[in-house]
């Protein structure tokens, strides 16, 4: 079973910037899909960037397009999410999600591609 770790999260001020990381136990990410959500309370779980595993294809949400970099760390073995320009609205708490199928997509929107979940961090940006 493939446990998924996110570290990183904090509390910031509006326009700061933060990097979020996963890692997994057991595994190395180097060969996953990771992608990384959020979720305020109340609302649904969002897909923000992900990474294919085959090609290292990148898609993000236009919410977070041009402030928000996937990347993997393949000598630490984990994925970060380096975000910038953070918002009040970019409050919730982060996921990340891998799946080991090979594939030179990832899915924002398809959850269930994913099959391993982690159980989140809490990034507080104050205005």
């Known amino acids: 079973q493939v446990q998924l770790v996110e570290s990183g999260g904090a509390t910031v001020g509006s326009g700061d910037s933060l990097t979020l990381s996963c890692a997994a136990s057991?595994?190395?990410?180097?060969?996953?899909?990771v992608g990384w959500f959020r979720q305020v309370p109340g609302g649904e779980r969002e897909g923000i960037a992900c990474?294919?595993?085959?090609?290292?294809?990148?898609s993000y949400a236009d919410s977070v397009k041009g402030r928000f970099t996937i990347s993997r760390d393949n000598a630490k073995r984990t994925v970060n999410l380096q975000m910038q320009s953070l918002q009040p609205e970019d409050t919730a708490v982060y996921f990340c999600?891998?799946?080991?199928?090979?594939?030179?997509?990832?899915?924002?929107?398809?959850?269930?591609?994913?099959?391993?979940w982690g159980q989140g961090t809490q990034v507080t940006v104050s205005s």
């Open positions: 057991e595994v190395t990410l180097n060969y996953y899909a």
């Open positions: 999600a891998a799946d080991s199928a090979w594939l030179s997509y990832c899915s924002l929107t398809y959850t269930s591609m994913y099959g391993f």
């Open positions: 990474i294919s595993n085959r090609d290292g294809t990148t």
